[in-house]
């Protein structure tokens, strides 16, 4: 029986997946996990490959869970193995020991080892597919051993391991092309290897870097053995993504979230948080109704509330930026926080009084109260400098508790913020109703 011609529909769909890679996966992320599980059945692996591995995360480990082991295989065996391991320990364990069990035995005991280690650990994030040479091989052997290597292995520092197996140096590779044929490699290694254990953090991991102005670092076990490398350029994509789904999360918002996701999918994300926004405005609500009766005194004061609230929620926000940036480029650590502390209550303060100065002028043309004007010219001050004090304390006091503070510590500021700003004022306000 004849083989049935492919739809002009598939013909499309495969000229579109080899030609545009990443338009592919932008297509991909927009389709539902079964439509994308379907799209990726109908082509080869060689196709569906390059679409695949540039998937965002999240959505990769919802199509997985979505298409049939069959097309899943193939598709996990073209990941490089931080990337496979990352999304089969997404899965539940059934489905991860399944897929587990139809990759080749050496490729699940790679797989497994990886999952093992810490998520964002050196471990989880290393390329385990190294090869090490002993010091005494010459530059042309190895270089004859590099070609006889399977493809898609990428090399740019030979490690070199001593009789015990342990790291004993590197020698970049461009350094083995250029030397002489019976060069021994021990003699082009500049000095002592740099090197992270497999159970170092992933900013400890950027800081190696760095410091030693590498392009990739081996990562060692316990006993200095090299187990993987990692490299700078796939790092750097890793923390990239992490930071964008940081500035998303902070507002409330997922991680997984994408502008075009289903409408479905970011309300069942987004809806959680804004009940937990509801509880703290109804908590900011409650100080001002302990001086309803103030209020109803001198109405003047709903009108300035906004300003007050507004103005200390800013300042807030602007510590509570400069203090996860600093989190997150690893400026400051947790002993730094007296220091960062007393900056912005400094900052605050001075803030307050600039703005209040403003603020004050305003008022009295307004209302030509100054019993008014020294009400919201102090509230202004305090709110500024407590809301300082919140915007750089919140993330570092979440930071100890090893919560992420880039997801929670904007709607901790808001309340604290607003309870402040509000009871500030209305206090003060409550305190000098004689001068109203």
């Known amino acids: 029986m004849p083989t049935p011609e492919p739809s002009i529909e598939r013909l499309l769909t495969e000229d579109f997946f080899a030609r545009h890679p990443e338009e592919a996966a932008d297509q991909l992320e927009l389709s539902t996990p079964a439509e994308a599980a379907e799209m990726l059945a109908q082509l080869t692996p060689r196709i569906a490959s390059p679409a695949f591995r540039r998937v965002a995360p999240a959505k990769a480990l919802d199509i997985l869970v979505e298409i049939d082991r069959e097309h899943a295989l193939p598709l996990l065996r073209d990941l490089d193995p931080p990337q496979a391991g990352a999304l089969l320990s997404g899965l539940d364990e059934q489905h991860c020991q399944e897929l587990l069990a139809g990759l080749a035995p050496a490729e699940a005991r790679q797989l497994r080892s990886l999952m093992e280690y810490p998520a964002d650990s050196a471990g989880r994030l290393m390329d385990p597919r190294i090869a090490v040479f002993r010091p005494g091989m010459t530059a042309e052997a190895a270089l004859e051993r590099l070609r006889s290597m399977r493809q898609g292995r990428r090399f740019s520092d030979l490690l070199l391991v001593d009789e015990a197996g342990r790291l004993s140096g590197t020698v970049p590779l461009h350094e083995v092309v250029l030397a002489e044929p019976d060069t021994l490699l021990t003699s082009l290694v500049a000095g002592p290897p740099a090197a992270v254990s497999a159970f170092a953090t992933r900013e400890e991991v950027v800081a190696s870097l760095e410091n030693n102005q590498l392009a990739n670092i081996p990562v060692i076990d316990y006993d200095a053995k090299p187990v993987g490398s990692i490299r700078l350029a796939e790092l750097v994509s890793a923390v990239e993504t992490e930071l964008s789904a940081d500035l998303v999360s902070i507002t409330g918002a997922s991680k997984d979230e994408r502008a075009l996701s289903p409408v479905g999918f970011a309300v069942r994300k987004r809806l959680p948080w804004l009940q937990i926004n509801l509880v703290t405005a109804f908590l900011a609500a409650s100080v001002v109704g ?127 913020t607003d309870v402040f700003g509000f009871f500030s004022f209305l206090g003060l306000a409550a305190v000098f109703s004689s001068l109203l």
């Open 290 to 416: 302990l001086f309803e009766a103030t209020i109803a005194q001198f109405t003047a004061l709903a009108v300035l509330l906004p300003v007050v609230a507004g103005q200390s929620g800013n300042t807030g926000a602007q510590a509570l930026a400069v203090v996860l940036r600093g989190l997150a480029l690893r400026e400051i650590t947790l002993r730094h926080w007296p220091q960062v502390v007393t900056k912005e209550f400094s900052t605050g303060v001075l803030n307050g009084l600039g703005v209040a100065l403003v603020t004050c002028a305003g008022v009295y043309v307004w209302s030509g109260s100054t019993g008014l004007v020294l009400v919201i010219g102090i509230a202004m001050v305090l709110s500024m400098a407590i809301a300082g004090v919140a915007g750089a304390l919140i993330p570092v006091v979440l930071s100890m508790l090893g919560q992420d503070p880039a997801q929670s510590s904007s709607i901790v500021l808001t309340t604290v």
